[in-house]
């Protein structure tokens, strides 16, 4: 049985930071590309980062750019989330993802294209 789950989340002040864990089981995180999402009330899930299985591809919605960082450790099995610079808009609900593929230099945009899911943390920052 696959398991993602998260860990890290809190409460925060606006510029601080937070470092997001997801640990995998049932399944090995090198042969995935695995993405960040948030959702926070009333809206859609969204991108927030994504790495592909070569950890040197990566992608950021504009709006994280220059203040997350996401990493990956194969041998932990655990893929991170770095946030600094915290915003109240970063507020939501966070959510790791993962999909199997062959392709090691894809990263995926869309939650359809992701088959496994952690439970997702919460986020929260106040101004």
């Known amino acids: 049985q696959v398991q993602l789950v998260e860990s890290g989340g809190g409460l925060v002040q606006a510029g601080g930071s937070l470092r997001l864990s997801c640990a995998a089981s049932g399944r090995t995180f090198g042969s995935d590309a695995v993405g960040w999402l948030r959702q926070a009330p009333g809206t859609e899930r969204e991108l927030v980062t994504a790495v592909a299985r070569s950890n040197a591809i990566t992608t950021y919605a504009d709006s994280v750019k220059g203040r997350f960082t996401i990493s990956r450790d194969n041998a932990k099995n655990t893929v991170y989330l770095q946030m600094n610079s915290l915003k109240p808009e970063d507020t939501a609900v966070y959510y790791c993802?993962?999909?199997?593929?062959?392709?090691?230099?894809?990263?995926?945009?869309?939650?359809?294209?992701?088959?496994?899911w952690g439970q997702g943390t919460q986020v929260t920052v106040s101004s």
């Open positions: 993802a993962a999909v199997g593929t062959d392709l090691r230099f894809t990263y995926y945009l869309r939650p359809s294209q992701y088959d496994y």
